[in-house]
């Protein structure tokens, strides 16, 4: 049995149904799992110590939604200043000469930028699949850096010569996907308790997938019991498209489909209208609201005060790399605050609001709230310890609030299972410096 204890904590930040905040509090866990929360001095027995006096320990960051491959296409000059449709349309051929490497790097890259943001687990949604890559490109990069891994297996079925919006190049054969949306569950996906990877499924979009694909992946979703993820009601171009291709708005398109329900999340939803938010919340369908990448892309400012206040599931996503063009999710709980205070007042929208949507939700969204997404016995250790010592939050009269308000930016330790991850600000799985250094490489090749 291996033995771990997280002592003098500055406040330990539980989220637990009373949301209590413990001062100067401790966590013990054994073999990856939270035994006990007290104030107790280290057990003599004990494997490892780790003293996090000037911090503020909480439950590790979920992300909910992401493109890892597209971390290396960041900045790409045809698309820093497109909406939605012109920017995919600069990135397709891009995209399409990516090869196995090129998503590895690129999913090795933002889970380690993800890490360092105080991120445990992550979700992932891969759609394009040229040149022989598979979704264990992905799952094999997770493994390198260490955080728990919801991969879902993407696909686009409806190229331009279709109607569609991505190239014919890009598209799949429907029986093709559907073949391989098997493959990869019964292959990755983990069901069990403490899993590191568990497998979704994830058509791209209602504009560049058929009705049928998504039929058909609800379908095989429940018989399976994974999660669906898709794109939903994003921004104005979204809506049209849906009106005029299947003559309803997204959400009654999504209900008809059978794509509501507490297994689905869509990415998104920035336009979601109040009967599609009463929907939402009633089949306890998730949202992951992608605050930064709504705004780079000039797609609006989702309902997220409406969404919270009708009991809709709300997590957070930094969504693509290449759409954002960060991958650093505490500053994605800052701007979802921001966002919402911008639209209903300063009043609209807490600090702790936000990290609990950082957190809990996560967890909540991905349908592992029972496991994770909190500090207390019988969760798994998934914990982020940020030290507000520093700079950043010298001044700060509530160090939780700080850390969305003020910093720090970098988590100082972070656990997975129990497992450092991420050491006095350093990553352990991986060398920081020669990922980097593989990615320039590979971001060389596709520019050339």
Known sequence: MTKLQIINADVVVTMDAARRELFGGNVNVEDGVIVSLADEAPADDCDEVIDARGCVVTPGLVNTHHHLFQ???????????????????????????????????????????????????????????????????????????????????????????????????LVENERDIVED????????????????VRVGLAPCSPFSVSTGLMKSAAELARDKGVMLHTHLAENDEDIAYSMENFGCR??????????????????????????????????KTGVAHCPCSNCRLGSGIAPVREMRDAGVRVALGVDGSASNDAGHLLSEARQAMLLQRVRHGANAFAAREALEIATLGGA???GRAGELGSIEPGKRADIAIWDVSGLEAAGAWDPVAALLLCGPLKVRDLLVEGRRVVSNGELTGVDARKVAEHARRRVAGLMS
């Open 364 to 366: 909540t969204v991905l």
């Open 181 to 196: 949306f098997i493959r990869s569950i019964d292959g990755l996906h983990d069901p069990a308790d403490g899993a590191m």
């Open 71 to 169: 971390t290396l296409t960041r900045a790409v000059p045809a698309g820093q200043d497109a909406l939605l449709f012109d920017w995919l349309r600069a990135l397709y051929p891009i995209w399409a000469r990516m090869q196995p490497e090129d998503m590895f790097v690129s999913a090795q890259l933002g889970l380690a930028e993800l890490a360092l943001s105080g991120c445990t687990m992550s979700s992932d949604h891969l759609y394009i699949f040229p040149n022989g890559v598979r979704l264990e490109d992905t799952v094999d990069a997770a493994r390198t850096v260490g955080l728990r891994f919801h991969p879902t297996r993407g696909a686009m079925s409806v190229g331009e010569s279709d109607g569609g919006l991505p190239p014919d190049s």
């Open 250 to 283: 997204p959400g009654q398109y999504a209900e008809d489909l059978g794509w509501v329900g507490d297994h689905v999340w869509h990415a998104h939803c920035v336009k979601l209208d109040q009967q599609e938010i009463d929907l939402f919340a009633r089949t």
